[in-house]
């Protein structure tokens, strides 16, 4: 298997994803980025189901964005919006990751193994077979989940702060589905959101996510299996349904 | 107590001495009018919408369609459709509804300004025997070449150009999404513009697979929702247009009811079938002009610098302040959409109270980009409520570099503006979903009616230039010389920098 180490130090994004884009053209399937500091839109539009980016460092805005299929592994903290209106793949951040993660995202997952920022998952949505999935290891800031259409969300709150302590979760929610580790209070729910505790076919349906969660970084998952886990929807599929009226 | 019928707004007859009773009304009406009771014709006048479906199909013009038979006492600030805006909140308790454009009777600026042509002393041109250059580049120009020479008359160009759209007319199709408007409409309109060497746009709702054969004449968006967008899509566009706003509902996002979102609608727009696309008011990574420019590289990222980014707005008060945020955000081209703009539906408070007339905001974003040095770095187009070949000329000569029409072509394939567009019935086939209403259109056909408009436009656009002795179109851009504002007052004709006639 061919790889293909760069080192990005006073590298643009702009040479440094031509570099990526030609590596995997040309067959590279592991590709390590050393120095990686600020970099925006890394991996922005690639391709390659078989392709993993090994990011040592920590990248700039909009990591992945419009990514369908590569792998990307940040051993540090990322900026906003990893998984940027992403369609498949997958990301994994070794440390915390800044607002609207996930945003729009289509397919593939983005595991965050600390914390987000504000407005995650906002706008994720799902299609046929795709169904995006954001998990977040420790806490999330307000606006979780902010006008989700479809997918799925997972925060598991195992940093030192609950998982949600902040209000606007759900808000405009029409599609898809969080899970919080715990209870949630209900000031911090968003318009349109209702809450239900976790039925079996639900804690066996995330179990997989979070075993491949939990063996991404090398967290024991038995804990956060055992543990109960709050469901939060949508009151309604179609919020605007009963807005209006003909001219 | 009920409030009641109110008046009829079309009242509808069948002449009997001309009818065959062929039944062809009942079959073209999608709103319900007609029905057959016996051997007679029965008519509902109450469903009518004057979309003229059925006159224009009646082989014998037996039908008549009068608007307001009857009316209520006339009053000069309780106007009919304020009355009956009260009526209908007061029976809902909700936000009214509508389609296509504007519909307050502001007045037109366009039909306000008046064009030059030479007499005596500067020849005109006759376009039939003389060059009329009418094409149109647009995106990026640079603010300065660098030049080699080369040994012997050979030079080499230095400066990196970016890349633009050529287009043969500075006439393009604006965005009007599959799921707003029918897919043979659009098929329609590709073919067109394919033909004529111009653009169209996808609107929000994805390329459908049937559209790629026109793909290099096709600019796809990106708005709020992000629906339809994956690297394909990108890099299926000749360019790609980031919707912030819309002239027929600035500052508001869009809700595409499931309805209308039939499995090949969910396919384009990659959603589950029968849901709601709904498309934020804000793209949620754009709080910024610095944000901005994070999408418009983002995307040019994505697409490896190869295609001119647009960013269109809604024309509103400060649309030359945030023109120049966007020429300095990378993009190549912004898009200002005036208060004129249609739609397939818009809540009616904001399509017929929000936003400024294209013809003002033109004209300021372009007198601002020009003082600020950066006109160069993104073409002008201009779009909402063009509506002929004069405003396309009136426009560019307040600065555009090129227009969207939308409403006038979708007039070219039928539409009678009826203004329904939102009830997703459209008996033209074109605002609709409904298989057996989106068959009424014929794409080759159809595709003719809309190359012929453009073309006519075209032919009286060079037409006008000669006849002001104008050869090349960038004589005519932002050439307010000639024209001449008609009783338009001292503040406009400031804001136009057009004087008056006369003058």
Known sequence: MSTLTIDTKDIHYTPLNQQIRKAVAEGVKEITLNNVLGQ????????????????NGVPGGDLAMFMSGPTIIVHGNADHAPGNTMDKGKVIIHGSAGDAVAHSMRGGRVYVRDNIGY?????MKK????????????SARAFLGESMAGGLIIVLGLGDTKPISEQGVGSGIHGGEIFVRGPVDKLYLGNGTKQAPVTEDERAMIRLIIEDFARSFGIDATPLLAADYTRIAAISARPFASKYTLE | MSIGSTPLKFRVTIDPDRCMNCGRCIENCSYGVYRREADSIRINSRS???????????????????????????????????????????????????????????????????????????????????????????????????????????????????????????????????????????????????????????????????????????IVQVASGRFGVDIDYLERGAAIEIKIGQGAKPGIGGHLP???????VACTRMIPEGSDAISPAPHHDIYSIEDLKQLVHGLKEATEWKKPVFVKIAAVHNSAAIAAGIARSGADAVVIDGFRGGTGSAPVVFRDHVGIPIEAAIASVDAKLRQQGIRHKVSIIA???????????????????????????LVAMGCRVCGTCNRGVCAWGIATQKPELTKRLDPEANAVQVENLIHGWTL????????????????????????????????LLNVLDVKTVGA
């Open chain 2, 258 to 264: 499931g309805e209308k979102v039939c499995a090949d």
């Open chain 2, 48 to 218: 009518c919408v004057a979309c003229h479906r059925c006159l224009a199909f009646c082989p014998r013009d037996a039908i008549e369609i009068e608007e307001k038979p009857g009316d209520y006492r006339s009053h000069p600030v309780w106007t009919r459709e304020i009355r009956e805006a009260v009526f209908n909140q007061a029976k809902t308790g909700k936000i009214i509804s509508g389609g296509m454009g504007n519909a307050l009777p502001y007045p037109i600026i366009f039909d306000r300004l008046v064009l030059d042509a030479c007499q005596v002393t500067n020849p005109s041109i006759d376009p039939l025997r003389e060059p009329m250059e009418l094409r149109t580049y647009i995106g990026k120009k640079p603010s300065s070449l660098s030049i080699r020479e080369r040994p012997g008359m050979d030079t080499e160009l230095l400066t990196k150009l970016s890349s633009n759209l050529q287009i043969e007319t500075p006439i393009m199709i604006g965005h009007m999404s599959y799921g707003a408007i029918s897919l043979p409409a659009q098929q329609a309109m590709a073919r067109a513009v394919h033909r004529i060497g111009t653009f169209m746009g996808t609107g929000e709702g994805g390329l459908h697979q049937s559209l790629y054969p026109y793909q290099k004449n096709m």
């Open chain 1, 119 to 123: 407005r995650g998952g906002i706008h």
């Open chain 2, 460 to 491: 009286e656009l060079a037409e006008l230039m000669g006849a002001a002795g104008i050869n090349s179109i960038e004589s005519l851009r932002g050439n307010r010389d000639r024209l001449r504002g008609y009783m338009l007052d001292e503040g």
């Open chain 1, 40 to 55: 925006r839109f890394i991996g922005d539009g690639l391709r390659g189901d078989d392709v993993t980016i090994t990011v």
């Open chain 2, 383 to 409: 779009s909402g409520g063009i509506r002929q070949s004069a405003d396309v000329a009136k426009i560019i000569c307040l600065g555009a570099d090129a227009v969207y029409i939308g409403t006038s072509a």
């Open chain 1, 127 to 138: 299609y046929r077979e795709k169904r995006p999935i954001l998990v977040v290891g420790g």
